[in-house]
């Protein structure tokens, strides 16, 4: 992903792994961890560009506080990725910029 | 929305939260606990019933005794509804919360808010940089999902959790390059009066003096009474630089992870109208509540961290007797002697805390910016001289603000720049917080989507 990752989970035999995509790159992560956890440790470390000027912006709190990790999830915009767990073929995108409408209503029929 | 009804509605499931419930689930009150997260255990007891061995081993006793109380939680019949985030609170005691895409009420005869703590802002030039996080959020990656940082990690600022998480990553075998400490000399002058009080908690300091020494054993540097910290990097965190008894420093990172002290999350109560005042030892809002946490006459309850930081385990003492209140209240006959126990309990429980307020009380520096071009509002990016030419130009608190510079207008609807808005104001009105006031906070106190209402 962007370079190396922040963070890393030794390994420690995990029973349970889930695929999740970012921008259309896929990797595994264990089951059970927010979305924030999985994407800092796959490599992600901007997470959305800011709303007014544009400077990339990552997680600072990782406990719904700060709104910094907003990403959008399965086509639904400003998720906080710290308060939702991962889930298997999750489809994860950078957040660019303000929430849009035509982002909130994509892949839904009028 | 649905017409659930409950004697006792609980908001957060940390320490005050899971206590209150397991204290009226006794006096076989009716309770639902509503937490935003998956799991239980708020941030302090973060992942505790999944955490594996190791992990528990490493993170530290303090941690491990929330399994008791969650377990007792999970015994206690009280109804858990995870994910479910609160957006609004009435003052008849109704609660509005979307869970899995749908926005439902339930209506508690009473409703104790335990929302706890959040990091305090540490506004300083490059915070807002990836790479740059709370230690407590670090520490919440760890208690999760056993995450440790890859590359050179610096932990700056002041306060107990700063130590024990360097303390815990020694432990679990990861690097700290540095610990840059801003505890300012003048801190321990003003300290010393409360150490005779904070020896009755000795447990306490003794625990802190033992985790300051196994840093200094296992060598990781620390440099004391540190100033002007400023994070370095373009995109990215490249590394700290400081000042040090007159020479300045620089210690090369990718990770920097700051805190100095938590505060409460005060953003339910505010937006119920409660009153706040400042906490000149805390420097922050706390609500106004009669000695069990009630807010007025209302049926509103506060308890733990949200109401005042007590740490952990006085906090779930307040729970519980926020829930002996609420069943007096209910008419329900409770036991004098159980409630003198638990405020034993509390005393000792705090025998410590203005000790640790006086001895880790953020420097002025790091939480009035001077740096016209550190940003405050980190959502809306305003800077502390933007903010300082709105008073120029006659901005006389927090809410006029937004109408200057749409600051606090962000998506964290000012949690994270309210504390420092006051702070800066008052300093450059030359008046005091309390006179400068707090944004005027409202529902929803989450963003809540309009289709969740539709289903």
């Not at chain 2, 659930?4 to 419930?21: F, K, Y």
């Not at chain 2, 479910?84 to 009473?110: C, F, K, M, P, T």
């Not at chain 2, 405020?343 to 001895?359: D, G």
Request: hydrophobic share 40%.
């Amino acid at each position: 992903m962007d370079t190396e990752a922040l963070f890393s989970i030794p390994q420690t035999g995990e029973p349970e792994a889930v695929t999740v995509t970012f921008d259309g790159s896929a990797f595994t992560v264990p089951a059970g961890i927010s979305v924030a956890a999985a994407l800092l440790v796959s490599g992600v470390r901007e997470f959305r560009s800011s709303a007014v000027g544009g400077v990339p912006r990552a997680p600072y709190c990782m406990m719904g506080v700060c709104f910094e990790c907003l990403v959008e999830i399965d086509g639904v915009p400003a998720r906080q990725s710290c308060l939702v767990p991962v889930k298997d073929g999750m489809v994860v995108r950078r957040q660019i910029g303000a929430a849009h409408l035509d982002d909130a209503s994509s892949g839904e029929e009028p | 929305m649905s017409n659930a009804e409950a004697d006792l509605v609980i908001i957060g499931s940390g320490p005050a939260g899971m206590a209150a419930a397991c204290e009226a689930r006794a006096l076989d009150m009716s309770v639902v606990l509503l937490d935003e997260q998956a799991d239980i255990g708020g941030q302090i007891y973060r992942n505790i019933e999944s955490a594996p061995t190791d992990r528990v081993d490493i993170l530290g006793k303090d941690y491990e005794a929330g399994r008791r109380l969650a377990s007792d939680f999970r015994n206690s019949g009280v109804r858990h509804l995870c994910g479910a985030v609160v957006w609004n609170v009435a003052l008849d005691g109704s609660v509005d919360y979307v869970e899995n895409g749908r926005s439902q009420q339930i209506v508690g005869r009473n409703v104790l808010l335990a929302s706890g703590a959040m990091e305090r802002p540490f506004p300083i030039a490059g915070w807002t940089l990836a790479g740059v996080m709370g230690a407590g959020a670090a520490q919440i990656l760890l208690k999760g999902s056993g995450a440790l940082p890859n590359g050179p990690v610096v932990l700056a600022g002041c306060g107990p959790l700063l130590y024990l998480l360097a303390w815990q990553y020694l432990r679990a075998g990861a690097r700290v390059e540095a610990l840059v400490d801003t505890t300012a000399m003048s801190a321990y002058v003003h300290a010393a009066p409360y150490g005779v009080a904070a020896l009755r908690g000795w447990r306490d300091l003794a625990k802190g003096l033992k985790l300051l020494s196994a840093l200094k054993r296992h060598g990781v540097p620390f440099f004391s009474r540190s100033s002007e910290l400023v994070i370095e990097g373009d995109k990215q965190v490249e590394g700290l630089s400081f000042k040090r008894r007159g020479r300045s420093v620089r210690i090369p990172a990718s990770l920097v992870l700051l805190h100095q002290g938590v505060v409460p999350n005060t953003q339910l109560t505010w937006s119920t109208g409660a009153a706040h005042h400042w906490d000149a030892h805390q420097l922050c809002w706390l609500p106004e509540t009669d000695a069990w946490g009630r807010l007025g006459e209302t049926p509103l309850y506060v308890a733990g961290d949200s109401r005042a930081i007590v740490g952990a385990q006085a906090s779930a003492v307040q729970g519980r007797l926020a829930a002996l209140a609420i069943g007096e209240r209910l008419g329900i006959k409770t036991d004098a002697a159980r409630r003198e126990a638990l405020l034993r309990q509390f005393k000792r429980y705090t025998h410590i805390r203005p000790f640790l307020n006086a001895l880790y009380r953020p420097t002025d520096e790091n939480r009035i910016p001077q740096d016209p071009g550190v940003v405050v509002c980190r959502c809306e990016e305003v800077t502390a001289g933007q903010i300082r030419r709105y008073v120029e130009l006659g901005c006389l608190g927090p809410n006029q603000t937004k109408a200057f510079g749409r600051c606090g207008m962000g998506l964290c609807q000012g949690r994270f720049c309210g504390l420092t808005v006051t702070e800066i104001i008052a300093q450059a009105r030359g008046a005091a917080p309390e006179e400068v006031g707090y944004y005027r906070i409202r529902p929803p106190i989450k963003p809540v989507m309009l289709g969740d209402f539709v289903h």
